[in-house]
């Protein structure tokens, strides 16, 4: 299997990603605090300076983990994040540049977007994701279903809004993945509970469409 597509397989499979935008030491903390909980992806944002290092400290401490790059807006810092590990660029909007540099080192690109023309400009350069920011926007749930009806095939990732109680609601609207904020950062104890209960809704959900 290509890498870009074992990507987006993994990230699909997986379904549920955790987003920190903290120090190395607090970015580990969490990432072990999902994985004990049974989430194995995690965004972490270029907002913070230090997203490098907290990117190769958890990839060196839980090698399983699947590194994600979030708040990505240029082409060097996606090439930096590519180097470094990551296993997805996302972006607040999209962006041709850093679609271009993802589709030349194989690696998934998730850019944001609000429109049906965003979406299929973002698709027409190779998005393997299209980003929902935050998931309350286009109207929730309710317009994310009325937005993929004319484009069936869209891949879905939501980002923002995602709790433990509507997390299957963007499962039944067709999430491919949804990334989390507060439901997976805070407390070690509160975080790999809820990441035990997201995980139990997401086999409960696929058992259930058997």
Do not use: W
């Not at 470094?84 to 041709?96: R, V």
């Amino acid at each position: 299997m290509l890498q870009k597509n074992f990507y987006v397989r993994q990230i699909s499979d997986l379904n549920i990603m955790t987003v920190v935008r903290d120090t190395p030491a607090e970015t580990l903390r969490i990432a072990k605090a999902c994985f004990r909980g049974g989430v194995k992806a995690i965004e972490i944002s270029f907002t913070i300076p230090t997203a490098l290092d907290a990117m190769k400290l958890v990839k060196k401490e839980i090698p399983e983990m699947v590194i994600c790059a979030g708040t990505v807006l240029d082409t060097a810092t996606a090439r930096l994040a590519i180097l470094g590990g990551a296993e997805l660029i996302l972006s607040p909007a999209f962006d041709l540049e850093v679609a271009h540099i993802c589709n030349l080192y194989q690696v998934p690109y998730a850019p944001g977007c609000n429109s049906v023309s965003e979406i299929t400009t973002a698709l027409k350069n190779g998005a393997s994701f299209i980003k929902v920011f935050p998931g309350s926007s286009m109207g929730g749930v309710k317009e994310i279903k009325t937005i993929s009806t004319p484009i069936p095939y869209m891949p879905i990732l939501i980002s923002g809004g995602a709790s433990v109680k509507n997390y299957r609601d963007f499962l039944a609207a067709g999430a491919d993945c949804v990334c989390f904020g507060s439901a997976l950062t805070g407390d070690s104890e509160k975080i790999t509970n809820n990441a035990v209960q997201l995980t139990k809704t997401l086999a409960d959900f696929r058992s259930e469409k058997r």
